[in-house]
């Protein structure tokens, strides 16, 4: 599977912390605490992104999306969910 970067004038961006994979619950609460966002309300938002991205298989059905690239995607959002759940 190609890794997909995001790029701004010839920089990446997009990273979290200064990481671009293993994005954790501890990191995204931590950028929640910087930025003044409560820790009930950044879990509420967490578990709600959680929630909305396991219905991703089901979509892809509906839209006929090819089972390769719909098993990539898979792949990738459970190792997501993973690190995004509570410990």
């Not at 293993?22 to 509420?44: C, F, H, P, Y």
């Not at 938002?45 to 690239?69: G, P, Q, R, Y």
Request: hydrophobic letters at 40%.
């Amino acid at each position: 599977m190609q890794e997909l970067n995001a790029y701004i004038y010839g920089k990446k961006v997009g990273t979290i912390l200064g990481k671009d994979l293993d994005i954790t619950r501890a990191d995204v609460l931590k950028i929640a605490k910087m930025q003044s966002i409560k820790t009930k309300v950044a879990e509420g938002i967490i578990d709600n992104c959680i929630k909305v991205i396991k219905t991703f298989e089901e979509k892809a059905i509906k839209i006929e999306l090819d089972k390769d690239t719909t098993e990539a995607c898979k792949k990738d959002i459970h190792s997501q969910i993973k690190l995004l759940k509570k410990l």
